[in-house]
């Protein structure tokens, strides 16, 4: 009976439920080095196909959302022309689902954080590496402020591991020293929406407050 019982849940699509009652499931990116799964005829190009390669990208992580990869590369992955590839990244980041970079050669998706968030400090800890090679850029620093202050609703063991790989002294200034550059639009007086406490919401430690907890 357990044989069976264990033969079962290997069939059984595993999900999981978050917090606010959506079902999601963690794919293995792998996927990318089967040999049965390359040898299938590629999707034909399109912004939802693009978008659902990025979901699966093998470089998505462990910094969630987080993908540096350039535009051939990612056209050499998904086997589409570099036209093509373009085109329809240039399509999905006009929706909002992803933003990029294409001088730096980054990608980010940002919602992934609040659709994969860190169960532990040691999670916390594995972004450091890839995010000393994450290329510095007004993307960077974007997705930089994004962390800062989406990491204040995990208070303890992962807030304290957040700052060490992002510098506690971004969490000091509550990400306003971080939102610089084009991409934030800043009023004269720093703050986005020109509130004098440089928060974009009249909050007094100047973090971008999220109406919700990150599930």
């Not at 994450?134 to 989406?150: D, G, N």
């Not at 995990?154 to 790989?165: F, I």
């Amino acid at each position: 009976p357990m044989m069976v019982a264990a033969f079962l849940a290997a069939l059984w699509p595993r999900w999981r439920m978050a917090k606010d009652g959506t079902r999601y499931r963690r794919v293995d990116t792998r996927l990318w080095t089967d040999e049965k799964f390359r040898a299938l005829p590629p999707e034909k190009p399109s912004a939802r196909a693009l978008f659902k390669n990025l979901l699966i990208h093998p470089d998505n992580g462990p910094i969630p959302g987080v993908i540096v990869t350039g535009i051939r590369a990612l056209a050499e992955l998904i086997q589409w022309s570099a036209r093509a590839t373009k085109r329809n990244l240039d399509a999905v980041s006009a929706s909002g689902f992803v933003l990029h970079e294409e001088s730096a050669r980054l990608i980010w998706l940002p919602n992934a954080l609040k659709i994969n968030p860190p169960d532990n400090r040691n999670m916390v800890l594995s972004w450091r590496g890839h995010w000393l090679n994450v290329p510095e850029c007004r993307l960077r620093r974007r997705i930089l402020a994004h962390f800062v202050a989406a990491m204040q609703l995990y208070p303890g063991e992962r807030l304290e591991a957040a700052k060490s790989v992002f510098g506690a002294a971004h969490f000091a200034a509550g990400g306003a020293a971080v939102g610089d550059g084009p991409l934030f639009a800043a009023a004269p007086n720093g703050s986005p929406n020109g509130s004098p406490n440089g928060s974009p919401n009249g909050s007094p430690n100047g973090i971008e407050r999220v109406s919700r907890p990150i599930p």
